[in-house]
C-alpha cells in the first residue's frame, strides 16, 4: 500500500512539473480562488473519446487535489454516453453533440438535463503514407468528401494530385479508417462533410453512425488512430490530440476563405471566434469562415440531470465541473485542446447553478458577471 | 483433507443408535427441498436469461419480424436495421473457422490416439493443446491484432491473390482486418475442442476394429480410412458442430479483427461484421426503443443458434460415446 | 509390387500428414505465448506496474494495480455465489435428479454452457445495471456466476456420480439420515472433482472480457466497493490494445502477460489438486 502511494504521489510530482510549463501558470496544488471544496464521493461518468486525453489528465489531478473524489470516467463513444445517462447508469454524460430534442426527450425533457461545453477540439485526418510528412498532403472539401464515399481509391488519384503538386503520392490503395461505435467525432466530421458536399448530404447524410460506403470501423478515436498507424495507407478523421500525442502525419485542410491550415488549437480557437452564440440547441461550428480557421472544430459537452437524489453526490458532481470548465481548462492546453471562450465559461457557471437537489442550488460560487 | 478409508469415514457413532427418526426423516426432507430449490432456482435464472433478451427485443421484432434476416442495411441514422450482413458475417468467419480447424484438428487428434511413433510428443502436445484452451480470448484478440493482422496484410493475403486471385473470395484490396483474419482467429481458438473431443471420439473406436483391420494386412492409413473415420463419424460431427458453437458466439478477439462495418461483401479480405461485434461495439449506445430492440433482436438469433448447433452437437456426440461430452 | 508400393508410400504420406497438422497445431500455441512473454515482460518490469494505477496520457509509473484487485473482487464474489450454488444443484442432480427435473436441468446447463459470453453481459446489464441504476462490479460477478455455474454444477454431479454406490449404502446402513450421509461421506470423497470445477470455472471466468464490458464499465481508479464500477485485467487489455500510446500498450500486453499467468496458474492448481486427491 505504502508503494501504491509513493508511485502516486511521484506521479502527481510529475504533472506538477508538466503544469509549472503550462501557458495559465496555476499551480493546481494551491488552485485558483473560489473552487469549491467538494463533499467525498466516487462519480461515473460515460461518454466521448474526442475529449477523452484532456478528461482523463483533469480528473486525475481534481484526484491529485481533492483525494476525497474519484471520478470514474469511461470512454465508450458519445452515442454511450447519451444512452446511459438516460438510463440513469452514470453520474454524467459526455458527448461532442448535445442531445437532440428526441434524446432529450427520452431522458424526461429539456428542463431535466443541464448541457455544458467543456473543451474546445478540433479533428484532424490522419494518414499513414511512408515518406510523406506532417502536412505535406493537401485536401479540399471535395477530395475529403471523395475519399470517404469512395470515389478516389488511390493515393495518386489525378483529384488529389492537382491539390499536390510537388508531393510525390504512392500508387497505394487508400484504407479509409472510421468509428464503429456512436461517436460524437463522427457527428462533427458528417456535419462538416454535408456542409460542403451535396453528395454527402444526400448519401450518408450527418448523425453519430452513419452507413458508411467505404473503409473499416475501429471503436472510439484511439482504436481509429491506432488502426491508421498499424496500417500502411490508411486515412481517418481523429481529434487533434490524438494526432499529436502520437506522432501521427495529418493532412493540411484547406478552409472555407481557402487557405490551407494544419489543425491546431489555434486554429480552433479561430473557428470557435466565428461563432459566439452557441448553445446546446445551436452547436454547429464547422466550416467556420476566417483564414486560420480550422475547418473540422467542434465543441465537446458533457451532460447531467438538473435534479440530482444524492444531494452529497450531487454537490460533489457540480463542484468538480465548475473546477472543470475554469481551473481545470489548463490540463486541456497540455493535452492539445483549446482553452473554452470566456462566454461559454459564464454560460456553463449559469447553467451549473441550476443544479439542485430538493429544490436547492449545489453550487455556491458567485453568479459570472 | 482429512484422510482414511472410506469405512471410517463414514458415519458419527452417536447417530448409529439414535431413536429420533422423525427429525432425521425432517432434516432428509429440508436438504432434498434445499438441493431442489437450487435446481429450480437455475432453471428460473435461465428462464430470466430468455425474457431478459426477449422482452426488449419486442419493438424491434415487431417492426421488422422475419424480414429482419433479409434486411441487408444496418443504419442507424434513418433506423433500418437488418440482421443480414452481421448473419453473413458470423457464418462466414465461422466456417473459415471450421475449414482451417477441422483438418489441422482431427490430425492432431489421430496423432493423440493412434500414432505409436513419437508418442513422447504426446503429453506436450496435449498439455499445449490445454494451454491453448485456457488462453483468455481478449489476449487472442491482442495478438492477433498486433501481429497476426499486419501477417496477413503483407504475406498471406497477397499470396492468396496470386495465387487463386481468380476467385472472387480472393479479390480486392486487403489491409488484414476482416473476414479471413477473423476466421484464422477462429481456427486458433476452436482448435483445442476439436482436437480435444476427435482425440475421446477415436479412442472410443473398439480395439478389436483397429486389429482386425492391420492383421487383415491394411496399412495404418488404411485403417485410419476405412474402419477408425467411419466408425467415428457421427462423433467427429458432434465435434465440429460444438466447435462451430464456439465460433459463432466469440466475441472480443474477432471484434477486435473483423474491421466492424456492416457490409456484405464477397472477397474475404473485406471487412465485415459478426453477430457478437454489433453487440460489443453498439450495445451501451443504442438510443431509443428500436436501435436497442434490434440489437436485443440480434442477440437473441445469435443465442437461439448456437443453442441449436449446440443441442444438436450434444446429441450426435451422445449417442456416439454414451458419454456426454467435456464442458469446454 | 508397385501397389503394394503405392500403399506404402500412402500410409508414409499420411503419417507425415498427420505429424504435419500435429505441428500446425502445436505452433500457434508457441507463437502466441512467446509473443506475450516477449511483448508483456518489460512491462511487467515496468516500475508501478504491479502497485499503482494507471495514469494519464504522459504520466509515467502507471500500472493496473486497480485491474488486480478488481479481477480478484469480481471473480472472487462470482465463485461466492456460483459454487456453493452449483454445488449444491450437483448435489441435487447425482442423488435426487434421475427424474425428469434433474434431466431438465442438465439440459438447461449444456445450454448455458454452449451461449456466446456476450450474452451474458447483456444479461448483467438487463436485470442489474439498467435496474440498479448502476454500473458495479456485483453485476459484472453475477454475469460471472451464471457463466460459472454450469460448470460447477456438471463438475460436481460427475464427482459425486463417481463415489462408490457402497458408501452411500454402508452409511444409510448405519442409520445415518440420507443428507449427513451426502454431506459427511459423499461430498468429501467427491472433494477432488468438485474443488478441480470450480478452479477451472475460476480460470475461464477470470478471463472473460464481454461479460464485464457493459457491468463493471472499468476504473481508472483502485476501487473496492463492489456496487460501484471497477476495473479487471481482461478490460484493461481490451482497452489499452486500442489505445495509440504505446507505453500503454505495452502496459495491454503486460496485463495479457499477468491474465495468462493467473489464469495457467489456477488450471495447474486445479490438476495438481486432483492428482494428490487421487493418491
Known amino acids: 500500500m505504502k508503494s501504491v502511494l509513493v508511485a502516486l504521489s511521484a506521479g502527481a510530482a510529475l504533472l506538477l512539473t508538466a503544469c509549472g510549463g503550462s501557458p495559465t501558470g496555476t499551480n493546481p496544488s494551491t488552485g485558483g480562488a473560489g473552487v469549491p471544496t467538494p463533499p467525498a464521493a466516487s462519480l461515473t461518468g460515460a461518454g466521448a473519446t474526442f475529449p477523452a486525453p484532456f478528461y482523463s489528465a483533469a480528473f486525475y489531478a481534481y484526484n491529485q487535489k481533492f483525494s476525497q473524489v474519484t471520478v470514474n470516467y469511461q470512454s465508450v463513444g458519445s452515442g454511450a454516453g447519451i444512452q446511459q445517462l438516460t438510463k440513469k447508469t452514470v453520474d454524467f454524460g459526455a458527448s461532442d453533440v448535445p442531445m437532440s430534442s428526441t434524446e432529450l426527450a427520452a431522458a424526461g425533457g ?80 458528417t456535419d462538416y462533410l454535408s456542409n460542403v458536399s451535396a453528395d454527402w448530404k444526400s448519401g450518408p447524410g450527418k448523425g453519430k453512425s452513419v452507413n458508411w460506403p467505404v473503409g473499416q470501423g475501429a471503436k472510439g478515436n484511439e482504436a481509429v488512430a491506432t488502426t491508421i498507424k498499424q496500417t500502411p495507407g490508411a486515412i481517418g478523421y481523429v481529434e487533434l490530440a490524438y494526432v499529436l500525442q502520437t506522432g501521427m502525419t495529418q493532412a493540411s485542410l484547406k478552409n472555407k476563405d481557402g487557405s490551407f491550415v494544419i489543425p491546431s488549437e489555434a486554429g480552433a480557437t479561430a473557428a470557435a471566434k466565428q461563432f459566439p452564440d452557441v448553445t446546446p440547441a445551436q452547436f454547429s461550428i464547422v466550416n467556420a469562415p476566417g483564414k486560420d480557421s480550422a475547418p473540422i472544430t467542434g465543441y465537446s459537452w458533457l451532460m447531467v440531470y438538473k435534479d440530482e437524489a444524492d444531494k452529497t453526490k450531487g454537490t460533489a458532481l457540480v463542484d468538480m465541473l465548475y473546477w472543470l470548465v475554469t481551473d481545470g481548462q489548463q490540463y486541456g492546453s497540455n493535452t492539445h485542446y483549446a482553452k473554452l471562450p470566456s462566454n461559454m465559461v459564464n454560460n456553463d457557471i449559469v447553467a451549473l447553478k441550476t443544479v439542485t437537489s430538493a429544490g436547492s442550488a449545489l453550487l455556491s460560487v458567485p453568479a459570472p458577471s | 483433507m482429512r484422510r482414511g478409508t472410506a469405512a471410517e469415514r463414514v458415519i458419527p457413532a452417536p447417530l448409529v443408535a439414535s431413536s429420533r427418526q422423525r427429525r432425521l426423516l425432517a432434516g432428509d426432507r429440508i436438504f432434498q427441498g434445499l438441493a431442489l430449490a437450487s435446481a429450480i432456482l437455475i432453471l428460473l435464472i435461465a428462464a430470466i436469461f430468455m425474457v431478459a433478451l426477449f422482452l426488449p427485443a419486442l419493438p424491434a421484432i415487431r417492426r421488422f419480424g422475419l424480414g429482419f434476416f433479409v434486411t441487408r442495411t444496418w443504419d442507424p441514422v434513418r433506423q433500418i436495421f437488418g440482421a443480414l450482413p452481421a448473419l453473413y458475417g458470423t457464418l462466414v468467419t465461422s466456417a473459415i473457422g ?213 443441442v444438436l452437437a450434444r446429441v450426435l456426440v451422445w449417442r456416439f460415446s454414451g458419454s456426454e461430452p467435456a464442458s469446454l | 509390387m508397385s501397389r503394394l508400393l503405392t500403399r506404402v508410400l500412402l500410409d508414409r504420406f499420411v503419417s507425415a500428414l498427420i505429424v504435419l497438422s500435429v505441428m500446425l497445431a502445436a505452433i500457434p500455441v508457441l507463437v502466441l505465448l512467446l509473443f506475450v512473454l516477449i511483448k508483456g515482460l518489460p512491462g511487467m518490469l515496468a516500475p508501478g506496474f504491479f502497485t499503482s494505477p494507471p495514469h494519464p496520457v504522459g504520466v509515467p509509473g502507471g500500472g493496473v494495480f486497480n485491474a488486480i484487485i478488481g479481477t480478484l473482487e469480481i471473480v472472487g464474489i462470482g465463485s461466492l455465489l456460483a459454487v456453493p450454488f452449483g454445488t449444491l444443484v450437483g448435489i441435487f442432480l447425482s442423488e435426487y435428479g434421475r427424474n425428469r427435473i434433474g434431466d431438465t436441468v442438465r439440459f438447461v446447463s449444456d445450454v448455458l454452457t454452449g451461449l456466446p459470453s456476450i450474452a451474458f453481459g447483456i444479461f448483467g446489464y438487463t436485470v442489474l445495471v439498467a435496474t440498479l441504476h448502476h454500473f458495479s462490479a456485483v453485476s459484472a460477478s453475477v454475469a460471472l456466476a451464471v457463466l460459472m455455474l454450469p460448470v460447477v454444477l456438471r463438475a460436481t454431479e460427475t464427482a459425486l456420480v463417481l463415489v462408490p454406490q457402497s458408501m452411500r449404502e454402508a452409511g444409510l446402513a448405519l442409520g445415518a439420515p440420507r443428507w449427513r450421509v451426502t454431506i459427511e461421506v459423499i461430498v468429501p470423497a467427491a472433494l477432488g472433482g468438485i474443488v478441480t470445477g470450480a478452479l477451472l470455472a475460476m480460470a475461464r471466468a477470470a478471463g472473460e472480457t464481454a461479460p464485464l464490458l457493459f457491468t463493471a464499465l472499468g476504473n481508472d481508479f483502485t476501487q473496492v466497493d463492489p456496487l460501484q464500477p471497477m476495473g479487471a485485467l481482461a478490460l484493461t487489455v481490451f482497452k489499452n490494445a486500442l489505445l495509440p500510446y504505446s507505453d500503454l500498450q505495452d502496459q495491454a500486453w503486460a496485463a495479457a502477460l499477468l491474465l495468462v499467468l493467473m489464469v495457467a496458474v489456477t488450471n495447474i492448481l486445479a490438476r495438481v489438486y486432483v492428482r494428490r486427491i487421487q493418491r
Open chain 1, 110 to 189: 429539456a428542463d431535466n438535463v443541464v448541457q455544458i461545453a467543456t473543451t474546445l477540439g478540433t479533428e484532424s485526418l490522419a494518414y499513414n503514407l511512408s515518406g510523406v510528412s506532417n502536412g505535406q498532403v493537401r485536401l479540399t472539401p471535395d477530395t475529403i468528401a471523395g475519399i470517404f464515399l469512395g470515389k478516389i481509391k488511390k493515393w495518386n488519384d489525378p483529384a488529389l494530385a492537382a491539390d499536390n503538386s510537388g508531393v510525390s503520392l504512392p500508387s497505394q490503395a487508400i484504407t479509409v479508417v472510421h468509428r464503429s461505435d456512436g461517436s460524437g467525432t463522427t457527428y462533427i466530421f
Open chain 2, 98 to 310: 471450421i475449414v482451417i480447424a477441422f483438418p489441422i484438428g482431427l490430425g492432431a487428434a489421430l496423432f493423440l490416439a493412434e500414432e505409436a511413433r513419437l508418442g513422447f510428443l504426446r503429453g506436450p502436445l496435449s498439455f499445449a493443446v490445454e494451454l491453448l484452451a485456457g488462453i483468455p480470448s481478449v489476449v487472442i484478440g491482442l495478438w492477433a491484432f498486433f501481429i497476426l493482422t499486419p501477417l496477413m496484410r503483407d504475406n498471406v493475403d497477397p499470396f492468396l491473390r496470386q495465387t487463386l486471385g481468380f476467385l472472387p473470395l480472393f479479390q480486392g484490396t486487403a489491409n488484414g482486418y476482416g473476414y479471413l483474419t477473423a476466421g484464422v482467429v477462429l481456427a486458433i481458438m476452436v482448435l483445442p475442442i476439436m482436437v480435444a473431443l476427435s482425440r475421446d471420439v477415436i479412442r472410443a473406436v473398439p480395439r478389436a476394429l483397429r486389429e482386425a483391420s492391420l492383421a487383415l494386412g491394411a496399412t495404418k492409413a488404411e485403417t485410419i480410412w476405412s474402419v477408425i473415420l467411419p466408425y467415428a463419424r457421427v462423433g467427429i460431427t458432434g465435434a465440429v458442430l460444438l466447435s462451430l458453437g464456439r465460433a459463432l458466439g466469440e466475441t472480443i478477439a474477432v471484434t477486435m479483427v473483423i474491421g466492424n462495418r456492416p457490409v456484405i461483401a464477397a472477397s474475404l479480405f473485406s471487412s465485415g461484421y459478426t453477430l457478437p461485434s454489433v453487440l460489443a461495439n453498439e450495445f451501451t449506445e443504442a438510443v431509443g426503443p428500436l436501435y436497442q430492440g434490434s440489437l436485443f433482436y440480434l442477440g437473441l438469433v445469435l443465442v437461439l443458434i448456437t443453442i441449436a448447433v449446440n
